[in-house]
């Protein structure tokens, strides 16, 4: 069964605390995304990993940084949480190739108050 | 850098009208475009994704042209049903890796 599977689906958190949110995929799938969702921006990546340790800097990577130690694993952190980093998390996982499929997980809402 | 515009943030129609929802791109190479749904309290899935070979692609009834002369990648169907009410988005993929674009995202509602 492909599946994208991320944790927690809810957090809130106080601002200037630490935030981990998880994603993990069974499809041993190369490539890996972070995007955020946020109402008429769409969703904007923040980050995209081309394998284990192999990561990229998306569009707003700002404010996040990631890991990815096994294929996987992909792992967003937020280094002391701030109030504009409140939105939808989505992580996505694909096979390496411009014409592949993105697969999401269901997302994690996020309230940094 | 590449950019793809949604025009319309929010379209509501009555159930058995044709949908026609707004796809342009900008791209420095010739990209590949998809339309993704996603569904109250779900997570966004691929709808339909542009062909090499100029084929059209359909599914579930909704069907996209790619015209490059226009850089346009609009989604059609030809009648609205309930069940399609959800959020659409457009992107698009350069031929360098697998980075995807999205743009803001279209809410159709669809009425009875």
């Known amino acids: 069964d492909m599946k994208v599977t991320q944790m927690p689906r809810y957090l809130i958190k106080r601002m200037g605390e630490n935030v981990l949110l998880e994603c993990g995929q069974d499809m041993s799938h190369e490539t890996m995304y972070w995007y955020r969702q946020d109402p008429g921006l769409g969703l904007q990546l923040i980050y995209i990993s081309y394998d284990v340790d192999s990561n990229s800097e998306g569009d707003i990577p700002k404010g996040y940084r990631v890991s990815r130690k096994k294929r996987e694993h992909f792992s967003l952190i937020l280094d002391s949480a701030k109030t504009n980093q409140t939105s939808v998390y989505f992580c996505?996982?694909?096979?390496?190739?411009?014409?592949?499929?993105?697969?999401f997980g269901a997302g994690t809402r996020l309230s940094v108050l | 850098g590449d950019s793809v515009t949604q025009t319309e943030g929010l379209v509501t129609l009555t159930e058995g009208l044709p949908v026609m929802l707004n796809c342009t791109y900008q791209?420095?190479?010739?990209?590949?475009l998809f339309w993704y749904v996603q569904h109250l309290n779900e997570a966004p899935k691929l709808l339909l994704k542009?062909?090499?070979?100029?084929k059209r692609p359909e599914h579930q009834g909704f069907h996209a042209t790619l015209h490059k002369s226009s850089s346009s990648f609009h989604l059609q169907k030809s009648s609205a049903q309930l069940s399609d009410s959800a959020l659409y988005y457009c992107?698009?993929?350069?031929?360098?890796?697998?980075?995807?674009?999205f743009g803001g995202g279209t809410r159709l509602t669809v009425r009875p």
């Open positions: 542009s062909f090499t070979d100029n």
């Open positions: 996505a996982s694909s096979l390496t190739g411009s014409q592949n499929t993105l697969y």
């Open positions: 791209s420095t190479y010739s990209p590949f």
């Open positions: 992107a698009l993929s350069d031929n360098a890796g697998a980075k995807l674009t």
